[in-house]
């Protein structure tokens, strides 16, 4: 397996788990009151549009070829990042 294998199949499991986790708390959400839920509504709607960013950018990674992918590397760190950062937020919310 490649350099760039091993790679996108670890983030994809990391967003994968992500994208678990914040299905978990969605369901827990519903038994939320309906003036909180709102709130969550719209939070989980920025986590829904972070996770989308985040698996077009692996997209693009895998269909890279071996020569450009590793400078794409940095930019999905942060968007990666940034749905971790924005998933964890919202869990302390809860």
């Known amino acids: 397996m490649t350099k760039r294998n091993v790679y996108i199949e670890k983030v994809k499991k990391?967003?994968?788990?992500?994208?678990?986790?914040?299905?978990?708390?969605?369901?827990?959400?519903?038994?939320?009151?309906?003036d909180a839920r709102a709130r969550y509504k719209e939070e989980m709607d920025k986590l829904?549009?972070?996770?989308?960013?985040?698996?077009?950018?692996?997209?693009?990674?895998?269909?890279?070829?071996?020569?450009?992918?590793?400078?794409?590397?940095t930019e999905m760190e942060k968007v990666r990042d940034a749905f971790k950062h924005s998933f964890n937020?919202?869990?302390?919310?809860l």
């Open 14 to 34: 990391q967003l994968d788990e992500l994208n678990a986790k914040m299905n978990k708390l969605e369901t827990k959400s519903q038994d939320a009151k309906v």
């Open 48 to 73: 829904n549009k972070r996770s989308k960013i985040a698996f077009k950018k692996l997209e693009e990674i895998q269909a890279a070829g071996e020569d450009k992918w590793e400078s794409m590397v």
């Open 89 to 93: 937020y919202f869990k302390s919310q």
